[in-house]
């Protein structure tokens, strides 16, 4: 159980086009979705937590209308990077959990790598 | 603020112990997530802790004090499988905010 899937694995893109990942949670309800960004051997760094039906909340110094969150469904969230750059290129990761689970348990998916050129 | 402090790197020989501390600072804690993270790939959950005391699970347990703001993840009968960052994370606050450490880059020798 509590398995989140993400799409696409890696991208590869053209600087000023926009890409968009999802992330999905197969087999529970996840009210609420976490997108984080990792750089090469440093951290998670949490950019926005997003609630099904509701205004995504960001991050300090996490730019919303480039880094645009859609929760549409409580199994679906979706991050677009708009008018992509180099230096937005890295390893996104989102998250789910579920209240049901009784405790914060965040799980992951597997992760989108980003590549603009 | 949030402030979290775990070793950067450790090193421990194929068959032994090894323990990865964590000590962290938070207001509102709620409770301690310790993750694995192999090179490339997202994290995977190992354990998380809301009270005082160690839990085990298989070969990896978990402890936690929380007056003293202190956790460790011990790792038994250390496999080669086992190299990887091991990240310290802590949740507090209402809306299951997560706040990870940096991540110990754990290697195991034969």
């Known amino acids: 159980g509590a398995v989140v899937s993400q799409h696409p694995s890696r991208v590869i893109c053209k600087s000023g086009t926009s890409v968009k990942i999802e992330c999905r949670s197969l087999?529970?309800?996840?009210?609420?979705m976490f997108w984080y960004r990792q750089f090469p051997k440093k951290s998670l760094m949490l950019m926005a937590t997003?609630?099904?039906?509701?205004?995504?909340?960001?991050e300090q110094g996490v730019e919303k209308d480039k880094f645009l969150i859609n929760h549409a469904s409580l199994t679906l969230s979706t991050l677009t990077v708009t008018s992509a750059h180099p230096e937005d290129s890295s390893f996104y990761i989102c998250?789910?959990?579920?209240?049901?689970?009784?405790?914060?348990?965040?799980?992951f998916g597997p992760g989108t790598r980003l590549t603009v050129l | 603020g949030q402030n979290i402090d775990q070793p950067t790197e450790m090193t421990a020989t194929e068959g032994a112990i090894v323990q990865i501390n964590c000590t962290y600072q938070?207001?509102?804690?709620?409770?301690l997530f310790w993750y694995q993270q192999h090179a490339g790939e997202a994290p995977t959950f190992l354990s998380y802790?809301?009270?005082?005391g160690l839990e085990e699970k298989g070969r990896f347990s978990s402890f936690l004090s929380r007056s003293k703001g202190y956790s460790y993840l011990l790792l038994k009968e250390l496999q080669m499988k086992d190299s990887a960052s091991y990240l310290c994370?802590?949740?507090?606050?209402?809306?299951?905010?997560?706040?990870f450490g940096t991540g110990t880059k754990l290697q195991v020798i034969p």
């Open positions: 994370a802590a949740s507090s606050g209402g809306y299951q905010k997560v706040t």
């Open positions: 998250s789910a959990s579920s209240p049901l689970d009784g405790t914060d348990t965040q799980y």
């Open positions: 938070t207001s509102g804690f709620n409770g």
């Open positions: 802790n809301v009270l005082d």
């Open positions: 997003s609630n099904e039906g509701s205004k995504a909340t960001y």
């Open positions: 087999d529970f309800q996840a009210t609420t």
